[in-house]
């Protein structure tokens, strides 16, 4: 089994920051892609940000230049850096992995609980 824990939510004023990290832990033969995702209210999730083993991230077009997504491979963490934070980027964020846990197994991926993030005006 895998887990995916996410921490660093909580509250910011308009334009603020904030950094969430993501770990993910157990049975990990190999971790590919690391990926946040939100869910806003009313909503369907939505990619935020990816980052793939050779430490390329990919960005959401209404995040790219404010959102910074790092990985340590060693640690299997992710931290996305968010900066100039807006009321529309109150959601309820989610790490995934992308996950092989042994040889002849296909690819799995495994999702955190979640973890929100309120902006206010």
């Known amino acids: 089994q895998v887990d995916v824990a996410e921490s660093g939510g909580g509250m910011v004023r308009d334009g603020g920051s904030m950094r969430l990290s993501c770990a993910a832990s157990g049975r990990i033969l190999t971790l590919f892609t690391l990926g946040w995702y939100r869910q806003r209210p009313g909503q369907q999730r939505e990619m935020v940000a990816t980052i793939g083993m050779d430490g390329r991230a990919h960005y959401a077009d209404f995040v790219r230049g404010r959102f910074t997504l790092s990985r340590d491979n060693f640690d299997n963490t992710a931290t996305l850096q968010m900066n100039s934070l807006q009321p529309d980027d109150t959601a309820t964020y989610y790490c995934?992995?992308?996950?092989?846990?042994?040889?002849?197994?296909?690819?799995?991926?495994?999702w955190g609980q979640g973890t929100q993030v309120t902006v206010s005006s």
């Open positions: 995934k992995a992308d996950v092989k846990v042994d040889i002849g197994i296909r690819r799995v991926d495994f």
